[in-house]
């Protein structure tokens, strides 16, 4: 198991980014959570299996349809044993 915070910018908020992301996590067996902060961006902290975490990880770097990711900063942290994935 393997977590990462990922905090994407440029005009990830108002396209459904936190909604697919939950789906894609969901499909994946991905756990953790993703929030609007006030400066714009997207961030989430991720955890699962390697696989499915990086997975994730490369939809946040292209987002859904409408979006417009300009950076993507990706920390590795220890996992904290999160269960489900909620929109924040």
């Known amino acids: 198991m393997i977590r990462r915070r990922v905090i994407v910018s440029g005009h990830v908020q108002g396209v459904f980014f936190r909604e697919t992301a939950r789906r894609r996590a969901l499909a994946l067996g991905v756990a953790g959570w993703i929030r609007n902060d006030a400066d ?6 991720l955890e699962g299996a390697e696989d499915a975490v990086e997975r994730l990880v490369e939809f946040c770097r292209e987002g859904p349809r409408g979006a417009l990711v300009e950076w993507v900063d990706v920390i590795a942290e220890e996992p904290e044993g999160l269960s489900g994935f909620d929109v924040r």
Do not use: H, K, L, N
Request: glycine letters at 16%; zero cysteines; charged letters at 15%.
């Open 40 to 45: 714009g961006s997207v961030e989430a902290a």
